[in-house]
């Protein structure tokens, strides 16, 4: 059973930078690929951005790029997610997830397997 845990999230105004981590436990991280998701209040959870196995390669949203960074570290168990230049339209809770196994680079949110509780991000005007 693998356990995700996210933290970094908190208040900024918008401009600023949050880093999110996600810590794995229970399984071996390195043959996950990960992804980041978000759910703003009222809205469908949507696809932030992906990592595969390696980190070799990524892929972002269109509303994230330039300005969100995910990357991992697989001796440390973790996934980061990177935000800067930060708009209020990214208020929401982020999720991280975990999928074992099939697709380099899964960017629905049914392709994943495990996911962690959320971390609230509230980006102030």
């Known amino acids: 059973q693998v356990q995700l845990v996210e933290s970094g999230g908190g208040l900024v105004q918008a401009g600023g930078s949050l880093r999110l981590s996600c810590a794995a436990s229970?399984?071996?991280?390195?043959?996950?690929?990960m992804g980041w998701f978000r759910q703003a209040p009222g809205k469908e959870r949507e696809f932030v951005a992906a990592?595969?196995?390696?980190?070799?390669?990524?892929r972002s949203a269109d509303s994230v790029k330039g300005r969100f960074t995910i990357s991992r570290d697989n001796a440390k168990n973790t996934v980061y997610l990177q935000m800067n230049s930060l708009k209020p339209e990214d208020t929401a809770v982020y999720y991280c997830?975990?999928?074992?196994?099939?697709?380099?680079?899964?960017?629905?949110?049914?392709?994943?397997?495990?996911w962690g509780q959320g971390t609230q991000v509230t980006v102030s005007s």
């Open positions: 997830a975990a999928e074992v196994g099939r697709l380099t680079l899964p960017l629905r949110s049914t392709n994943y397997d495990y």
């Open positions: 229970g399984g071996t991280f390195s043959s996950y690929a």
């Open positions: 990592i595969s196995r390696s980190g070799g390669n990524t």
